[in-house]
């Protein structure tokens, strides 16, 4: 809270110093800066787009009652229960701030369910729990530290959680139960970024796993009663995990994991011998989720192939799986088994429909969607799919051409059409085509092109991929972006004069340095919470990422690494930047501080460039309330009417032409 405080003071200090030059005003909870009024024909337009709902499951309910998901009624996103498919949801919890997940207790004599919630995005989360007997809830945790990763005992008279509560710094392990929270115990005090796994089938154990990175991380049993903790696999190399779960007599486990492979396999561990038995050989791309019946006798699985997920079940005693062709094509979110293991329940999104939750009886592939989410009235054969394209980039890949997957939103009527880059953040996430109301609105109504390019460095590719933009290969994922505009030059489909870049978190470093590198290329840019020079970003960024982002991007007190980050950081090239920039920022946000957006407006304005400024004072990583989300969607069209779709760019810095082509 300190720091957010002190940056706060940041914010106004600098904010007063332009306020002689930029237009500031305030509306509810945003600051906007050198944004005009927005034109109600704008708003109406999007109006329908806004109002798109979808579903998410988070648990079934005991003795076969129903499902609880997550889904947006208001102005952010409320636990609600369904009792059957098809039938009128029932809203549960009423905050302000949006609900995290909803774990039910596995024994029914506890008739509730834990979750969790921040305050304003700052992502301090506190764990509670409902009781849906009473319609109470109460605070279990601190109310101060982070808190995640909720787990249930198999019994349901304990929970396992990560919590920050000891220094602030490192995410120790506790055990705690409900009747007596404020004795939770630290089970696990070894420093650095830990999380709980599964409960053993009988209690006994617990399984944690530390995370270093992306690439590297390490699996433990912690035995409750002697208090030890045992690492599962000790060899002297790095390995990612993924899902882990008990087999049924807790002899095993189902561990995934990339050791000794480029994808993540799912594996069998057995706990005396100690050895590994490679079970999804032939699947040549990620296993993401992974979950198994309370009886251990059906293990599902989720495969991330190039971006599409497919859904696989698999018989435990026997270890052969099969596609399940009976799920719906999309991208599959979060799933469970009911109590009896005789249905599924899932989310899927695709690019057309939004997220919904689907279940599929196991006994006879019967298929039934609980929810059915509404578009705001809006005709679903309009919108577009998203069409998976390769571009070839600068260098190779074991002496072959190296290509970079995309997807690519094609409007329908003919071009050629304005493009806009749309760049993930992570940097090890992966842009997969789900539902996006505002990318449909993009396509079809302001005819823009979207790609969605997964550069170097981003996850589902194999974990040598996954490296190529480590520490000093950083601009080498910008690159990654320049081949993708000589690529929109072949299209004839395409308008090479009207391209914008937008991103999210490192996508708004991406924006930024795109910016920088190929301004004559890009017509205007758009970043959100974007980080703008990494020596700064690391320098502030909350105490229990620091070490994990040096992992990723460089430790900043090398002074060889502090030099090549000062030295590639937009802040530093303001002056390079000639187009139009909005940037978008919570100030609430632990991850990219508020000050790494504040610097880069600062910076720009110093040089005479054009940027758009705005910042939710109860916002974090992104917007999450609606009416903050509404405006700042609204903002966004108006900044590509005008910048984008425009005929000429006049925003270009005194003395420079407009969009100079090479």
Known sequence: MRRICSLFLVVLFISMGLSAQVERREMGNLVIEGIPEIPADIQEKIFQYQNVRSASLQDFLNYNRGIVISTRFGETSQIHILNKPGAARTQITFFPEPVNGAAVCPDPKVNGFLFSKDVGGGEFYQIYFYDLETGNYRLLTDGKSRNEGLVWSRKGDRFAYGSTKRNGKDTDVYISDLKQPENARAVVTEGGSWAPGHFSNDD????????????????????????????????????????????KNDKGLYIVSDEEDEFQKLRYYDIQSKKFTVITKDIQWDVERVDISRD???????VNEDGIGRMYLMDAKTNSYKQMKNVPAGQLGSMGFDEQGNNLAFTVSTPKYPADVYSVNLQNNKVERWTY??????????????ELIHYPTFDNDNGSPRTIPAFYYKPKHNGPHPV????????????????????????????????????????????????????????????????????????PELDESKICVYGGSYGGYMVLASMMHYKDQIKCGIDVVGISNFVTFLQNTQDYRRDLRRAEYGDEQDPKMKEYLEKIAPAKHADKINKPLFVIQGLNDPRVPVSESEQMVAEIRKNGGDVWYLMAKDEGHGFQKKVNRDYQLNAIVMFLEENLLAKTSSSALPGQGGVQKK
């Open 204 to 247: 006994s154990k617990l399984l944690v796993r530390k995370y270093v990175s992306a690439n590297e991380s390490y699996l433990y049993i912690y035995d409750i009663k002697t208090q030890k903790l045992e690492q599962i696999n000790p060899v002297q190399k790095n390995i990612a995990y993924g899902s882990v779960v008990w087999a």
């Open 296 to 302: 251990g006798r059906k293990l599902a699985f989720t």
């Open 373 to 386: 989410s509404e578009v705001g009235g809006l005709n679903t054969n309009k919108f577009v799919d998203a």
């Open 420 to 491: 806009l880059i749309s760049i993930h953040g992570g940097p090890e996430s992966q842009y997969t085509p789900s539902f996006n109301s505002f990318i449909q609105y993009l396509v079809t109504e302001m005819g823009i092109a979207v790609i969605a390019p997964n550069v170097r460095g981003s996850s589902g590719y194999g974990k040598t991929y996954l490296q190529l933009d480590n520490g000093y290969k950083r601009e080498e994922s910008v690159q990654d972006i320049g081949k993708l505009i000589e690529w929109i030059k072949k299209q």
